[in-house]
């Protein structure tokens, strides 16, 4: 079985300091949620005003899809993608299958985050920061994934797309985040320009 050497050095930098920042972000809201359910009247420190209200978003049902709190999922989650990052830094190879089902786990984290970003939108109609924190932390981290594995050719992909890949994977999670940047700010702008 071969192993490949897509990943390198700057890859796990970036698998490190995203889960980083998601497992961060997951770590204190877990630690808000046993506050919040020891004690219904407890405030959590970012909820600052109406619509960046984290104890509204933890209080709602989108906060426990899978029958537990949300961020415990990404407690796990984010932890193995620093494990993967320290193991590329360390010079670990991983085979081609391992890519693809990492790009899977990415997947499926933020199409999880794109469906909380409408829910807190336009359900629960709140923003919790510290959720913002994890939702650009997967973002990063799904493009910088679906680049490695079109680069390295672990999915069928025209030149054209590799080379975008190879040199423009920077433009494909500042436009996402744009993008969710700009819905927030529409979806409150009375709020934010009163």
Known sequence: M???????????????????????????????K??????PEFVPGCSLNPVVSCGSVM???????????????????????????VSLLAGARFPGWYWLLFEVGC????????WLQFESLYRINALCLWC???????IVMFW????????????????????????FTWVLPLVHIGVVGMLVLTRWWDFWTG
């Open 2 to 32: 071969s192993r490949t050497r897509a990943g390198g050095t700057g890859f796990g930098l970036l698998l490190v300091l995203t889960g980083a920042a998601g497992l961060l972000a997951s770590w204190v809201i877990t630690l808000d």
């Open 34 to 39: 046993v506050k919040l359910l020891e004690n």
């Open 59 to 85: 209080k709602s049902d989108q906060a426990s899809v899978f029958g537990f709190p949300n961020p415990m999922l990404g407690l796990v989650a984010y932890g193995i993608v620093i494990c993967v990052g």
């Open 107 to 114: 997947l499926f984290g933020v199409g999880f985050v794109s």
């Open 132 to 138: 913002c924190l994890a939702w650009i932390a997967t």
């Open 144 to 167: 910088y994934a679906t680049s490695l594995i079109v680069t390295n050719g672990f999915v069928p992909a025209p030149l054209r797309l590799k080379r975008f890949f190879a040199e």
